[in-house]
């Protein structure tokens, strides 16, 4: 059985208890080294067999796991993020397959969840979005025609952008088809890592603002009226409106602690 684990964005404490598991009681352990924080490894067993990946290619990779799997021991392979964003773990899922290996997929954190919490925001806001759109911008691998940021960004939802950082100019450029040049734009770079660091705009001056910065990879650019201040209270809590669980009273409630009002 091989195990695909999400490592997280970065903090080594933001690994699931599964994957951490897992990855200490590892034989093999490949993982993305140019990404992967080493620091999630620590606790990897003494004599494991330890490959980077950022120096293999998708061959490699698999004669891997299959003389570990021929062998009996056990394997890991580790991503960064959750491996279903960005992760190019379907490939090697498919390998597997042609070759009968089992395997498995434990999800991790993924850095558009960190870059929310390291900004204190919140991407679904009553009011202002209720859509989160995850994309890139064309490079290496080019983007499908209906998937050109020009034609998300007429829907002005709230949007998280991989991979694209070193394309600030054009990016905003772009973005400006369909968003306001108004719109408050978030750069986090490395988010939850110790090195973490964020910068702040609109899509008038974001991209000025990242070159004197010097960030030029792995950071994701997030737009919309989410970082904004301005929003509408859920229903959720709202003490006028009533569901399954609380029945509308229409007053302010009093806090309660430790069981008295």
Not at 212 to 226: M, N, P
Request: aromatic residues 6%; contains cysteine; hydrophobic residues 40%.
């Amino acid at each position: 059985m091989i195990h695909f684990i999400g490592a997280g964005p970065g903090d080594p404490e933001l690994i699931t208890v599964k994957g951490k598991r897992l990855i200490e009681a590892a034989d093999i352990i490949i993982y993305a080294g140019s990404l992967v924080n080493p620091q999630v490894l620590s606790g990897a067993k003494e004599g494991a067999a330890v490959f980077n990946s950022a120096s293999m290619t998708l061959p490699e990779v698999i004669a891997v796991m299959k003389q570990g799997e021929e062998e009996g021991r056990q394997v890991v392979r580790v991503h960064t993020g959750d491996p279903s964003i960005y992760g190019a773990h379907r490939e090697q899922m498919a390998e597997l397959e042609r070759l009968g290996i089992a395997y498995d997929v434990v999800p991790g954190v993924s850095s558009f969840l960190a870059a929310a919490a390291a900004l204190k925001k919140e991407y679904t806001l009553p009011g202002v979005s209720q859509t989160v759109i995850l994309t890139r911008t064309g490079g290496r691998t080019p983007m499908p025609e209906r998937e050109q940021i020009e034609m998300l960004a007429i829907h002005q939802a709230t949007m998280v952008i991989f991979l694209s950082i070193g394309q600030m100019e054009e990016l905003c450029r772009q973005l400006r088809s369909g968003y306001p040049e108004d719109t408050p734009v978030a750069v986090v770079y490395k988010a939850s890592w110790a090195e973490e660091r964020q910068v702040t705009g609109t899509l008038a001056d974001i991209a000025g603002k990242v070159r004197a910065a010097g960030i030029t990879k792995t950071a994701l650019v997030l737009v919309g009226q989410f970082l904004g201040d301005e929003f509408e209270r859920s229903k959720l809590y709202d003490e006028t409106f009533s569901h399954e669980y609380r029945q509308a009273s229409g007053e302010s409630p009093l806090p309660v602690f430790g069981g008295k009002k």
